[in-house]
Structure formats: structure tokens, C-alpha cells
């Protein structure tokens, strides 16, 4: 009885720790998520940073929203109504979307384990897979 309430008792910090939301410095951002930061979006201010658990949830002053794993990969990348940086979008992509719907642009991406989800300045929502072929529109 005791092992298991001892059990519990643990189990209920830890889970308690991992789902709190901590603000942090954008300095102790894994480097990798502060190079993507440098590298595709020079020049605009970091307004906030989250750790949540084993993701960081960064919001930028231009409205642009972004999350990163906890090793500094990113998974999702919201620049609102403005266009995702080119060299964020695997090229495949990018390709079939410059082609199948020439006045839009990506505003949103995300890559999932197998694949890939991107929502258009139209509102569309497009899935790749991981190798960059369109799937199916939403």
C-alpha cells in the first residue's frame, strides 16, 4: 500500500512538472531552435518564450508563432497571414504549391512524424507525406 501511494504521490509531481508552463529566455532555447531563429527570421524580436513539457512555444513580435522539440527541431511554423521564410518548406512542396495555386502562398506548416500539414493563405489545408508528395487537400 505504502509502495503504491509513494508511487502515485511521484507520478503526480512528475506529471505536474512536465505540464507547466514555464516562461523562459529565448537565450536558453536549444541552439539548434536559436540558429533557425537567426537563420529564418533575422532582425525580428522574440516576445515570448514557453516551455511546455518537452516542446518550447515561441511568439515572435511580428505575430509569427512557432514550436520547437525539445531537442530544437522545429514542428510548426504560423506566420499568420505573412509567408512562411523560403527554406523552411521542403522544396517538393513548395514546387506543387507554386504551381497548383500561384496566387497563394504558405502561412502555416507543420511536420508531423509521417508527414507534413500546410494551410494556404486561402484557408486550404494541404498534407504531404514525408517525402514531399501532395497526399490530400482539406
Known amino acids: 500500500m505504502k509502495k ?3 508511487f502515485l504521490v511521484g507520478l503526480f509531481t512528475l506529471v505536474t512538472f512536465v505540464s507547466c508552463n ?3 529566455p529565448a537565450s536558453k532555447l536549444p541552439q539548434q531552435a536559436q540558429t533557425f531563429l537567426t537563420q529564418y527570421f533575422p532582425g525580428t524580436n522574440v516576445l515570448s518564450v514557453e516551455r511546455d513539457g518537452l516542446k518550447y512555444d515561441v511568439y515572435l513580435m511580428d505575430g509569427t508563432s512557432l514550436e520547437f522539440r525539445h531537442s530544437g527541431d522545429w514542428h510548426d511554423v504560423d506566420c499568420q497571414m505573412m ?5 523552411i518548406v521542403p522544396m517538393p512542396i513548395q514546387t506543387y504549391v507554386t504551381t497548383n495555386f500561384p496566387a497563394c ?3 502555416k506548416i507543420k511536420q ?3 508527414e507534413y ?5 486561402n484557408d486550404l ?5 514525408r517525402s514531399g508528395n501532395f497526399i490530400y487537400a482539406d
Do not use: A, N, Q
Open 117 to 121: 500539414e500546410v494551410e494556404l493563405s
Open 112 to 114: 508531423e512524424r509521417r
Open 83 to 87: 509567408p512562411v521564410p523560403e527554406g
Open 4 to 6: 503504491t501511494l509513494l
Open 22 to 24: 514555464r516562461h523562459i
Open 105 to 107: 502562398f504558405i502561412v
Open 125 to 129: 489545408e494541404l498534407k504531404f507525406d
